[in-house]
């Protein structure tokens, strides 16, 4: 007799559990709303990097031309 195929499952990180606790307690729009509210931090977190990259070019060059 053969025995059974063991078939590999992922076990569920600490965000997929959160993620299914969130689908549980709250509606899709609510779900929605809080998906976009990270997603404009992480933009805004974007943009801060991008003008302090910004910054340091300007001081750069202003270094050299002076």
């Known amino acids: 007799m053969q ?3 063991v078939r590999a499952t992922a076990i569920p990180t600490f965000t997929d559990a959160l993620r ?4 549980l307690l709250m509606g899709s729009g609510q779900r929605t709303a809080r998906r976009n509210a990270w997603t404009a931090v992480l933009e805004d ?3 801060a990097k991008d003008r302090v990259e910004a910054q340091h070019v300007l001081e750069a060059v202003a ?4």
Do not use: G, K, W
């Open 45 to 47: 977190r974007r943009r």
């Open 63 to 66: 270094s050299r031309t002076s």
């Open 3 to 5: 025995a059974a195929p």
């Open 20 to 23: 299914a606790v969130e689908s």
